[in-house]
């Protein structure tokens, strides 16, 4: 009985250990959101003499206004407000594509595998590494030569095409898993190459286009080399904006104005993190991790 | 049928749009902070004023090198902006690559190459051709002092840098920051630069910054330039690192510190606090034996485009920057002086008639020198070989002497 | 035994081969032609824009006798393998304590992620507050009455790398928790049950049974740190500008300065070439025991 007892003081002394830890760990990751937060809700006055971390003294939501649809990006004082709807309109589509050409790139490379399968999967893998400052002006030439120069769509072609290698990563890791008797029997019953891939693959594979999407959406959404390469002025995605806001030359920094507009930026991704998050665990544990 | 018509119908109705687009200019700059924005509106509004449309692309950041990638994105698809502003050799070395316009016909007519400064002239043409349309000029080499501080310390304006020192030692003893400052690169060349020629003449100056003459660069007098930079950093405090030069001034401003060593506009910080200059706060020429001038400027060059309309907005927007009246109204709010010599400064403020007053004199001493540190003075290749070392020496341990070695060393590899 | 060789028809025997080749030829294209183009580059003249004048490995060499990009690689070591190994095992540690029936984990686990998603340009300012003596921890602490206490990192050019260090781990060791949390639900509660029955310990068990289980887990998250650690750019503009002096500059910051700023845009190329064949060297061999692998099993 004291025995019992006493395994269960351990026990919840234990549990008390692991809280604790997870607590004092998520205070430190909060931290610089907490920076960011009581900075934009300060006046600029505060923050100049020097109250960098502490609660504002004067409260105020300036900074998020101006932000969101006043603060200047060059002339044009409009705020974040276009770019988002820019960077929604570059990185939906971008995203869709990608991951839709990765899935279909998964299914051959796995179940349709021919000779050489690996290889091509090997050279698309490869370019998830490259360093991207190292093709900005090939990329450029190219864009220029189809007409996709300084547009939206130009980025979402360069968005797609490097996203393809992740993607196809994504799926193929994925599908290798899937017993391929499924396929099989589907062949049995007459069914062809599309037809499997919509009715017996796609169907199965929810966890891990939540996956694709996740890490697509985020690495399109928070690119700035591109956007600020091969977009310009009114085109320009979102974090070409917040550059434009947050770097300064010869001026003074509108700190508040730059935290907030930082938040704006990052609410996408924030909702998507939030909402998907529970299935992006659940993605990655139905396969890609299997790598 | 009934899609023709509506295609038919959607064409008539984007006609006017099509025909109030005609002049219009794609304008590729970075200046993003409040004050160059509205510097920069009073181009645009003169602009607009005249018919013309404007189209703004800024890309801000990294001193310009984040506009410089965009530029050569657009370039190399065939899609240049009608006009993008330079800083330093940028105009030089595109207009080298033929794709600038050449604007000789409306310098001609404007007598803009007299009412420059001849120093400047490199920076604005290409062989016969004019490439560039110079709107201000900024000065690097000021020092920013809170006179109260001074006042109340029984100090004047320090005639030399020994002088300087000294004053920042007393002042460091009594608790003051003497020098407040960042530690970026370019902050830490704008002292640099001007102990290169404050200390040993602006003919120094010229043999190292500009003619990388390698007997100067290895010199005894390069080592006193270290030195004296050693001595600048024992009068900053320990959390200058990642301090953005605003917040520097705000030091200065509210008395934690005594001096800022920045351009011209730092002004721009104390003024809008409502201070007046020799009244409040004292702005003076860092000290040398000849006073030096060291300047930067900001001009707008076209690129070749074969839209007539956009060539038409080209001639107009150059004339716009060439304008005296512009370029007064501009300068007022960038805290700059016109890079026309013709202008009157007599409405600006005194540190502004002070440094057109300062150019003047320069101009007949020679003193007056493009600011390597701002890419007027050695080609990028070279000047970022000076700024490397100078920032690696001032945060860092090194002795005079290896710095000296490593620079040496550094231009000779870049050559 | 692949499907394929059940089909009869021949046009559909080509069918996959003709629906990926479309992905190949843009891989090819816009990954090897345009490493092919850097090459290119890398062994020119080329200063303010491309020239095509062939000068052999000049380029190699002037990269080499620059005091800075030693200085970069030197930064890369040391971040990627701090980088790694602390991503890896603090995601890994936050993974194996969420796993304990933890009440809150979709919100602690929503906290651990979110820096993923915010863009560095911003973030990066935070830190640098947080991390400066005068403004930050450091002030912090020694305003509570330890007076003696340090944290002033950032400003020495010696430790200035490691306060990127930690910015990256905290940016990115939430993903690798993810990842490693889907590993642990993806693994059989039976065969933990049945050790414990045996008598082992919880720590044991972890040691000896559930880490070795999360091998794949592990390899991804070597394989996408990887690539974050390479790319890290915005990350070191943000925080340090490459500084104090040249201390925290990375080889992509260098590259980009090389191209941008400092009109050399054929160190630019080499320096990217050398990057590329470092990726090279690690990956392939990687790739190639991973697909034989498969192959055999």
Redesign the interface.
């Known amino acids: 009985m004291a025995e019992a007892l006493s395994r269960s003081g351990k026990a919840r002394l234990g549990r008390m250990v692991v809280y604790g830890c997870l607590i004092v760990v998520a205070l430190v990751y909060l931290m610089p959101l907490w920076v960011m937060v009581v900075t934009s809700l300060k006046p600029l006055d505060e923050i100049y003499s020097g109250s960098f971390i502490g609660l504002p003294k004067v409260l105020t939501f300036d900074a998020w206004r101006a932000a969101w649809s006043e603060a200047c990006i060059g002339t044009e004082c409009t705020g974040l407000k276009p770019y988002f709807v820019n960077s929604l309109l570059m990185v939906i589509p971008a995203v869709v594509l990608s991951t839709g050409i990765g899935a279909i790139n998964g299914y051959i490379l796995t179940k349709w595998k021919f000779p050489g399968a690996n290889f091509v999967f090997g050279l698309l893998l490869f370019g998830c590494f490259l360093p991207y400052q190292a093709i900005l002006i090939p990329m450029a030439r190219t864009l220029g030569l189809l007409g996709l120069a300084g547009s939206i769509p130009g980025l979402v072609a360069v968005h797609a095409s490097y996203g393809i290698c992740f993607t196809t990563l994504f799926f193929r890791n994925y599908f290798v898993s899937l017993p391929d008797e499924l396929t099989k029997a589907a062949m049995v019953d007459g069914a062809g190459f599309f037809r499997i891939f919509w009715s017996v693959i796609l169907p199965t594979s929810i966890p891990i286009i939540v996956v694709s999407c996740i890490w697509q959406f985020t690495q399109i959404w928070n690119d700035f080399l591109f956007g600020v390469s091969f977009t310009s002025g009114s085109n320009s995605p979102i974090t070409v904006a917040l550059n434009n806001i947050v770097n300064v030359t010869t001026g003074r920094k509108q700190y508040n104005v730059d935290m907030a507009a930082a938040m704006i930026a990052a609410i996408p991704t924030l909702v998507v993190y939030i909402v998907a998050g529970r299935y992006f665990v659940r993605g990655l544990t139905a396969g890609a991790v299997k790598g | 049928m009934s899609k023709f018509i509506a295609t038919a119908l959607a064409a008539t109705m984007l006609m006017p749009i099509a025909a109030r687009a005609e002049g219009q200019i794609e304008v590729l700059h970075h200046w993003v902070s409040q004050s160059e924005v509205e510097a920069l509106n009073v181009i645009r509004k003169a602009l607009e004023a005249k018919g013309f449309q404007w189209k703004d692309s800024a890309v801000g950041g990294m001193s310009g090198a984040n506009a410089q990638q965009a530029l050569r994105a657009r370039l190399t698809a065939g899609d240049p902006p009608g006009a993008m502003q330079f800083l330093g050799w940028e105009g030089v070395q595109w207009a080298e690559q033929g794709v600038v316009r050449d604007l000789n016909d409306l310098a001609q007519a404007g007598g803009w190459r007299e009412a420059l400064a001849p120093q400047l002239l490199p920076f604005v043409t290409s062989g016969e051709a004019f490439i560039a349309a110079p709107i201000n000029m900024h000065r690097q080499n000021w020092v920013w002092a809170n006179k109260k501080i001074f006042d109340d310390a029984g100090i004047a304006v320090p005639k030399t840098w020994a002088e300087l020192i000294e004053t920042g030692k007393k002042l460091k003893e009594k608790g003051v920051v003497p020098v407040a400052m960042g530690d970026e690169p370019w902050q830490i060349g704008i002292i640099f630069d001007a102990l290169l020629s404050d200390l040993n003449g602006p003919e120094f100056y010229q043999k190292t910054a500009v003619d990388l003459d390698p007997e100067a660069l290895g010199s005894p007098e390069m080592v006193k330039v270290f030195d004296t930079l050693r001595e600048i950093r024992g009068l900053v405090d320990d959390n200058f690192v990642g301090r953005d030069w605003a917040v520097a001034t705000g030091m200065v401003i509210n008395g934690e510190a005594a001096m800022q060593f920045m351009g011209d506009w730092a002004k721009g910080e104390f003024l809008a606090k409502g201070l007046k200059p020799n009244q409040d706060f004292y702005c003076f020429a860092t000290p040398g034996k000849v006073t030096s001038f060291q300047y930067l400027i900001d001009s707008f060059g076209m690129f070749t485009v074969k839209d007539e309309t956009v060539q038409q907005a080209q001639v107009a927007l150059a004339e716009t920057i060439m304008d005296p009246q512009v370029q007064k109204d501009f300068n007022r709010i960038k805290g700059s002086i016109p890079a026309r010599n013709d202008v009157s400064v007599d409405d600006f403020d005194d540190c502004a008639k002070l440094g057109f007053q300062e150019r003047a004199t320069a101009i007949e001493k020679g003193s007056m020198q493009g600011a390597m540190t701002h890419g007027f003075a050695a080609k990028p290749e070279f000047a970022s070989v000076f700024s490397d070392v100078a920032a690696q020496f001032f945060v860092g341990k090194m002795s005079s002497e290896d710095a000296v070695k490593m620079l040496v060393s550094g231009i000779d590899n870049a050559r | ?4 060789t ?1 089909m009869s028809s021949r046009l ?1 025997g080509w ?3 003709l ?2 080749a479309p ?2 030829l ?10 092919l ?2 090459g290119v580059i890398s062994v020119t003249s080329s ?4 020239t095509y004048d062939f000068v052999g490995l000049d380029q190699y060499v ?1 990269l080499w ?4 990009w030693h200085t970069a690689v030197a930064n890369l070591f040391i971040f990627s393998v701090l980088f790694l190994a602390l991503s890896t095992g ?1 995601g890994l ?2 993974a194996i ?2 796993d ?1 029936n ?1 009440r809150v984990e ?1 919100a ?12 560095f ?3 990066g ?12 921890i450091q002030k ?1 602490v020694t305003d509570l009455g330890w007076t003696t206490f340090r944290f ?1 990192w ?2 020495d ?1 010696q430790m ?1 790398i490691y306060t990127v260090v930690v910015a990256g781990v ?1 940016q990115s060791s ?1 993903f690798a928790m ?2 490693f ?3 642990l ?2 693994i059989d509660n039976s065969v933990i049950k049945a050790a414990q029955i045996e008598g082992a310990s919880l720590p044991l068990i972890y040691r000896q049974i559930i880490i070795p289980m999360l091998r ?2 592990m ?2 998250v070597i ?1 996408l740190l ?2 974050i650690a ?2 890290s ?2 990350l070191v ?1 943000a925080l ?2 490459g ?5 925290t500059e990375l ?2 910051t260098f ?3 090389a ?6 845009m054929g160190v ?2 080499a320096s ?1 070439m050398m ?2 064949m470092t ?2 060297a690690i ?2 061999p990687y ?2 025991s ?2 034989r692998e ?2 055999n099993g």
């Open positions: 035994m692949s499907a394929s059940h559909a069918l996959p081969r629906v990926v992905s190949l843009i891989v090819i294209v816009t990954v090897y032609l345009f490493i183009w850097t200063k303010f824009v491309p002037r006798a620059t005091p800075r603090l540690l936050l304590l969420l304990q933890i979709g602690l686990r929503a906290i651990y992620l979110y820096p993923m998603a915010l863009s340009i911003v973030t300012t935070a830190w640098k507050w947080i991390m400066n003596p005068g403004l930050g912090v002033d950032i400003t050019p200035a905290w939430g993810a990842i949390l889907a590993g639900r993806g794949p887990a390899l991804s394989v990887s690539y390479i790319k750019f915005d503009l340090t500008n500084g104090p002096g040249t201390a080889p992509s590259m980009f300065s191209t941008f700023r400092r009109n050399q630019g190329a990217a990057m590329l990726v090279a990956i392939i790739l190639y991973e697909l498969q192959k």
